[in-house]
């Protein structure tokens, strides 16, 4: 099991050093300029060049991504080329944001989805079903750019109950992670449905059933224990992907979370904030799949002496 | 035993994360002194980049840091400088002196944290602007300052190496103190100014807080991107006032809402159809006059822009100093269909053209617009869209046949040299159509040598009428600038360029302030 263990740390590290040294590289063969979008038109060549070598800018790619590496290993991350504030400040305000949306959404997503993924796959082919299932389908098909101001059109404008947007109070959360979570929920119950469905066909159910054991002692310790190890996969996924900034979200609810830094920073090509913030995004996005593969090994050995 | 153990801690971290993590940025968590609903908040659709008036070059950090520091100019109605801290005189065609006056309370101006402001002061923010080192974005427009004298506390000369009449409208950087500017103060996220606003607290960079000296009114500046979200979050009361970048259907919308006020007031932002001279297609003046006359702007007006602009035919409304009365390119499809045909198109033989936009959806809308219309005079427009630093690498670098942006803040004629002069090809200026034109450069030229505003703008005027002819840029709208508020905000007003002036005497009708 620590082989088992170590060799997924050990993929993780060159997953992420990949991601950040293939998105340092794009990020820099894009057109555009950070010291001409800083500097504007009016610059002459001589204020350009002066302000390419404050920022390092003039070196070649790999100096800089030696020198990005080498501020990594000693905790220093830099600073925004626009804004100059340290790096770590920006994502600190913005990691707090991130991980809460991402705890919400998935809180939501558990709360609707184990209910009904369970009522459908107990009700196959009947109403509940149907009716499950085509909730899960309308959460899927419906982006979340639509079911964000939907949502503030009937419980901010229309009940009043929530903040359009932005992050104040604890009530500002629930509308983005309804957002979220109801997206996440859908593919979630779809995949509890189909796992307990296969499990309820197993025999070792049958045999619970032929013992005599209650309904609701076969359906919640021996079939839905097992069902859940495919959905243990889907939500690392998930995770991952949350943690990473669900942009959409973040801009029609102001929420200031990673996405959004992200995608501001691309779009000034601030490169230094784009690295750290790539480097988050995969980091979180393969800690959390090793967890997850790792947590499958030791739920299912089969895996682990693959 | 040990499982409902971890399962209990997990489930109390959990509700426990979620309700540390929520309170961090609340409006009220970091000011005790202020209530949500005493604070005045200001929506934006971007927030600033930096705080810094020696570095900020994008239109809301401009706006923002108007309102935190004080220029030694500010402008008329007219578009002349007039006096902002200073009121200057010209003792010869290259030296200037300033001198500080005192305000409507018969004080020199102080800064927020008490020191007087002084010449030694000004000295220092336009030397550190000059300073190489330091790559100011505004460097290259104060170049020709020579020297820099202070003769005492509140006098001031300025020499130059060239003579300019423009140059007090250059004198716009917001004024730093001299000992926080020496010290390397990070005046990009913690401003000290002398302005009437404060700076308070920036927990985010879509959330700002500053305090009107005045009466330590609290005022939020929260970045919301979306409009239908700033539009809803004006409604519920969670915005106080908002201005500008809204869709036409919003702006009707709100003007249909009696708990709602509006201002709106002509605006100088001037929007333009660029093309590039030297593709061999754009190249050709025809095509750019049969496009001019292809365009129905009044209904580009009435349905994108909701009415909200005027039409414009150059850089300057006429009413500005140096403005021309050019006439303008009205729709006229005959005239139109019949320069294509001239070139050699027709409904057989259609041209192909780009246009490239950024990812904005209102310049998508204007520019599917754009296509609509051309295909009446035998045009297909593949329209590309890009993210902001793709479109604009694409435009300095001349990877374009047709764009469209608009000029923000545009005071001085001086932006004629900037855009159209064949010395100010990318990188060494804006000249992004690639004009190269002897009589355009020549006109230019003359003006620049004039020492009297009256003579120049003579010059400029002709100038103007010359590039009406040659057409490197279809002049499309001056956008009106608007404002959605709340009733009980009083006293605010918009101005032509759409600055946040109007908040210093903004005030909210509860608190019984008038």
Redesign the interface.
């Known amino acids: 099991m620590l082989n088992y263990i170590i060799s997924r740390i050990f993929s993780a590290f060159i997953v992420i050093f990949g991601v950040v040294f293939i998105v340092f590289m794009l990020i820099h063969m894009?057109?555009?300029?950070p010291v001409?979008?800083?500097?504007?038109?009016?610059?002459?060549?001589?204020?350009?060049e002066?302000?390419r070598h404050?920022l390092g800018l003039d070196k070649p790619l790999w100096q800089q991504f030696a020198h990005f590496l080498h501020g990594l290993i000693n905790f220093d991350l830099g600073h925004s080329l626009?804004?100059?504030?340290p790096i770590t400040e920006?994502i600190s305000?913005?990691i707090?944001?991130t991980?809460?949306l991402t705890?919400?959404s998935l809180?939501v997503a558990f709360i609707i989805a184990f209910p009904l993924g369970v009522l459908a796959a107990l009700n196959k082919d009947k109403f509940a079903d149907a009716g499950a299932m085509s909730f899960s389908l309308l959460g899927v098909s419906i982006p979340n750019f639509l079911m964000g101001?939907l949502l503030?059109?009937f419980f901010?404008?229309f009940l009043?109950w929530f903040?359009?947007?932005?992050?104040?109070?604890?009530s500002?959360?629930i509308l983005p992670a309804l957002t979220l979570g109801t997206a996440l929920a859908a593919v979630l119950s779809r995949m509890i449905r189909a796992s307990l469905l296969e499990i309820l066909n197993e025999d070792y159910i049958r045999t619970a059933k032929a013992k005599g054991l209650s309904r609701t002692r076969i359906i919640v310790i021996h079939a839905l224990r097992n069902a859940l190890l495919p959905v243990i996969t889907l939500i690392g996924l998930q995770i991952g992907a949350l943690l990473a900034g669900a942009v959409i979200t973040e801009?029609?609810?102001?929420w200031?979370g990673l996405g959004?830094?992200t995608i501001?920073a691309?779009?000034?090509?601030d490169y230094p904030v784009v690295q750290v913030c790539i480097l988050l995004i995969s980091t979180s996005y393969v800690v959390v799949n090793t967890l997850t593969d790792i947590v499958y090994g030791l739920l299912d050995p089969r895996i682990r002496l693959a | 035993m040990i499982k409902r153990i971890l399962f209990n801690v997990f489930v109390i971290g959990?509700f426990s994360?979620?309700?540390a993590?929520?309170?961090?940025?609340?409006?009220t968590s970091r000011d005790g002194h202020f209530k949500?609903d005493k604070i005045i908040r200001f929506g934006l659709n971007t927030a600033p980049?930096?705080l810094?008036p020696l570095?900020a070059?994008d239109a809301v950090s401009g706006r923002i840091n108007r309102l935190i520091y004080q220029r030694l100019v500010e402008f008329g109605a007219d578009n002349k400088p007039v006096p902002g801290i200073t009121r200057w005189q010209q003792i010869n065609a290259q030296h200037y002196r300033f001198t500080l006056v005192k305000d409507s309370l018969s004080e020199f101006p102080r800064f927020h944290h008490k020191k007087l402001l002084t010449t030694h002061d000004i000295k220092a923010t336009y030397e550190a602007v000059l300073d190489?080192?330091r790559?100011?974005?505004h460097?290259?427009?104060l170049?020709h300052i020579e020297r820099i004298d202070v003769l005492d506390e509140h006098t001031i000369d300025f020499y130059l190496s060239r003579p300019d009449p423009l140059f007090p409208a250059f004198l716009v950087i917001g004024i730093v103190p001299e000992e926080l500017l020496r010290s390397g103060h990070?005046f990009?996220?913690k401003p000290v100014g002398s302005g009437v606003f404060e700076f308070s607290h920036w927990?985010?960079?879509?959330?700002l807080f500053l305090r009107r000296q005045s009466d330590q009114q609290l005022f939020e500046f929260?970045?919301?991107?979306?409009p239908?979200?700033r539009v809803?979050?004006l409604?519920?009361g969670?915005l106080d006032l908002i201005q500008n970048n809204l869709p036409p259907e919003h702006i009707a919308f709100l003007k249909d809402h009696d708990e709602l006020k509006f201002l709106t007031q002509s605006g100088s932002n001037y929007s333009y159809l660029g093309f590039n001279l030297s593709d061999e297609v754009t190249g050709q003046v025809t095509l750019r006059k049969a496009i001019a006359y292809a365009l129905d702007r009044d209904k580009m007006i009435q349905y994108a822009l909701g009415n909200a602009a005027r039409k414009a035919n150059g850089f300057f409304p006429e009413q500005h100093w140096a403005g021309a009365q050019l006439v303008s390119y009205n729709l006229n499809l005959k005239k139109a269909v019949k320069l294509m045909q001239q070139l050699g198109y027709s409904k057989h033989k259609r041209l192909q053209l780009t246009y490239k936009t950024s990812s904005d959806p209102f310049r998508i809308r204007i520019a599917t617009i754009i296509q609509s219309q051309l295909k009446a005079i035998f045009i297909d427009v593949d329209i590309r869209s890009y993210?902001?630093?793709?479109f604009?690498?694409?435009i300095?670098?001349g990877q374009f046949q047709l764009y469209s942006l608009t000029w923000v803040g545009i005071n001085t004629p001086d932006i004629f040299r900037?855009v159209f002069h064949s010395d100010s090809l990318?990188?060494?200026?804006?000249n992004r159509g690639r004009l190269n034109s002897l009589k355009i450069d020549q006109l230019i030229e003359k003006a620049e040598q004039k020492y009297e505003l009256r003579k120049q703008a003579e010059i400029y005027q002709e100038l103007q009428q010359q590039l009406h002819q040659l057409l490197p840029y279809v002049s499309l709208w001056y956008e009106d600038n608007i404002a959605f508020f709340r009733e009980d905000i009083q006293f605010y007003r918009v101005s032509s360029d759409g600055n946040y002036d109007g908040l210093k005497n903004v005030h909210r009708l509860s608190q019984g302030s008038i």
């Not at chain 2, 927990?203 to 959330?207: A, E, V």
């Open positions: 894009v057109p555009g300029d001409e979008v800083m500097l504007g038109e009016s610059a002459t060549a001589i204020d350009r002066a302000l404050s626009h804004s100059k504030k920006l305000a913005r707090g944001p991980v809460e705890l919400a809180l101001p503030i059109l901010s404008v009043g903040p359009v947007s932005g992050k104040s109070d604890f500002s959360l801009i029609v609810f102001s200031p959004q830094l501001e691309i779009q000034k090509r | 959990f994360s979620l309700s993590c929520t309170d961090e940025h609340s409006n949500p980049v930096t810094d570095q070059t190489k080192n790559a100011s974005p460097r290259n427009s170049k990070p990009n996220n927990p985010f960079d879509g959330q929260l970045k919301v991107t979306n239908t979200v809803l979050k409604m519920r969670e993210d902001w630093g793709t604009y690498g694409d300095k670098s900037y990318p990188p060494s200026g804006a």
